[in-house]
């Protein structure tokens, strides 16, 4: 009995790993020559570089210092380094073999053109709901308008096992939900505009959803927040902590300048995003974005100006002079007060810092970048910029005003280990890239 449980068992594995080599295989694609991708409508090449900023293909396919689209990007996941191909149409090292079918392929499943399964750093996960007709536009663009370059693929730091391609294909079949996008019937056009795009190229998901053990994002927290580079992505959902909430104006205002009243900027990881990314969309999609995500995150059409956190703050001016008692604050009104100094700035967009996303976070990390290495001009308002204050306050004196700002500012509970956090992101920064 037995070993016919035995033999049944064995056979179902055989059976298994024959249906895991037929669902791997993926045959390669004929090879095309460039005048077989020439002669687009200039129309559709422009719909396609809009796609590609609002999918920041250029932020991870151009190496610091490289050729536009030229790759060796390196993108540090928690297994090893995986460097970004060339995607330019160069005939022996880019993409300019690659059929518009294979370039389809790449983008809905994750293979390249011979037929070898792609690492999910490359965010196909996301790629895959997008429509033909856009990959399409995209392909055109490149095709079109990236010039060509030739370049030395850098070799990806992953250990065996994992550097296996075909052991993609089984990440693919536990993780991957393949297919376009489908629209919910119970959504307005509007709001299925934004998760089409929130969910496909711009692929918000890739660093506001946490992820598993193998690196998939968890389906069952999407957008629930998660660590990038050592920044925090905040939470999208009602779990976000900000101190006022948030509003579809909030969020488009966000999305299309990278500058908020309410909530601060976007610095960091979410800086190219931003200015090299879903600016380039059209008005009507920043609506469409902004209504999508004013609905995950539950917001409420009150007026954030009329926010009791906000009437409260005018009142939050600078410490009396006199009364410069604790170390923080005192360094705080050195340091920080020239730019920062009151609750009035909200007229300029530069409001309270209790207010700012930075200090209502659960964790100090965003509030310390900033701090060591200041906000860079595309990202904050046009001609002030911060400067970064890593070479002239020691890590006392950044704990000092980060416990200041969290305590007297935003009013929350003390960070745990904020001091160790100061010292760990000073010597190891966020990934250097
Ligand atoms: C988060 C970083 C990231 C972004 C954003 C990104 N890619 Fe990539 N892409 C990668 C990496 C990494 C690879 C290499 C994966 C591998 O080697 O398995 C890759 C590979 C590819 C490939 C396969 C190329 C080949 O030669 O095998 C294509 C096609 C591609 N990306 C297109 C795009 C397009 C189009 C966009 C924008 C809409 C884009 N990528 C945005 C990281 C990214
Ligand atoms: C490469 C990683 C990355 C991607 C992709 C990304 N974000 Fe972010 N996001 C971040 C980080 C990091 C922050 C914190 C920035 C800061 O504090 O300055 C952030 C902050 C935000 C905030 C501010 C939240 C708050 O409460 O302050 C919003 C809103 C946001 N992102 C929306 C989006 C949307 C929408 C997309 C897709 C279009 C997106 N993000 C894609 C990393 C990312
Ligand atoms: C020379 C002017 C200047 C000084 C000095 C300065 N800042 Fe800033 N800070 C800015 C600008 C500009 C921005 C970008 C956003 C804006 O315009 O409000 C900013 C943004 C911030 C943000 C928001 C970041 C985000 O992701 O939303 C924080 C937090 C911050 N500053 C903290 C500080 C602290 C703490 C100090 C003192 C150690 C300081 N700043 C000193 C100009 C300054």
Redesign the pocket.
């Known amino acids: 009995m037995l070993k016919r449980l035995l033999l049944g068992g064995l056979a179902v594995a055989a059976l298994g790993a024959v249906g895991f080599a037929i669902y791997a295989y993926k045959p390669a694609l004929a090879p095309v020559t460039a005048d077989q991708h020439a002669g687009f409508d200039p129309a559709l090449v422009e719909q396609g570089r809009i ?2 900023s609002a ?3 250029a ?3 151009t190496a610091e210092g490289g050729a536009p689209y030229a790759g060796n990007y390196p ?1 540090a996941t928690g297994f090893g380094t ?6 330019t149409p160069d005939m022996e090292t ?2 300019g073999t ?1 059929s518009q079918a294979a ?1 389809r392929r ?2 809905h499943e994750g293979v ?2 011979e037929g ?4 999910p ?3 196909y996960n996301h ?1 895959t709901k997008m429509t033909d007709a856009d990959i399409d536009a ?1 392909y055109a663009y ?1 095709m079109t308008d990236v010039a060509p370059v030739k370049t030395e693929q850098k070799a ?1 730091e992953l250990p065996f096992p994992l550097n296996l ?1 075909v052991l993609q294909a089984g990440w693919k079949l536990l993780f991957v939900n393949f297919g376009a996008y489908q629209p919910d019937p119970a959504h307005s056009e509007a709001w299925n505009r934004g998760a089409y795009l929130a969910e496909g ?1 711009t ?1 918000c998901g ?1 660093c506001h959803t946490p992820r598993n053990a193998l690196g998939a994002e968890d389906s069952s927290q999407v957008f629930a927040g998660a660590e990038i580079d050592r920044w925090i992505a905040p939470a999208l959902t009602a779990a976000n902590p900000s101190a006022v909430p948030w509003t579809a104006p909030e969020f488009k205002s966000y999305l299309a300048k990278g500058v908020t009243t309410y909530h601060g900027v976007a610095a960091g990881p979410m800086g190219p995003v931003v200015h090299d990314g879903v600016r380039a969309l059209p008005e009507a999609d920043l609506d469409a974005l902004a209504v999508y995500l004013a609905d995950i995150v539950g917001a409420t059409p009150d007026d954030p100006a009329q926010s009791p956190v906000v009437l409260a703050s005018l009142h939050n001016n600078l410490p009396d002079p006199q009364y410069r008692r604790a170390e923080g604050e005192r360094l705080y009104a050195t340091a920080c007060a020239a730019c920062h100094y009151n609750a009035a700035q909200i007229a300029q967009g530069r409001p309270d810092l209790g207010i700012n996303s930075a200090t209502n976070l659960d964790t100090p990390n965003n509030l310390i970048h900033v701090m060591l290495d200041g906000v860079s001009a595309p990202e904050g308002i046009a001609g002030v910029v911060m400067p970064g204050f890593r070479h002239a306050l020691n890590d006392s004196e950044i704990t000092a005003i980060a416990a200041y700002l969290r305590d007297k500012r935003a009013g929350k509970p003390a960070w745990p280990d904020l001091a160790a956090t100061v010292a760990d992101l000073r010597a190891n920064g966020p990934v250097a890239h």
């Open positions: 796609l590609a999918g920041y293909c932020t991870c396919h993108i995986i460097y970004s191909t060339n995607l880019g993409i690659w370039f790449a983008m390249d053109r070898n399964h792609l690492f750093a490359f965010p790629f995209v490149i990806n391609r190229v692929h890739a």
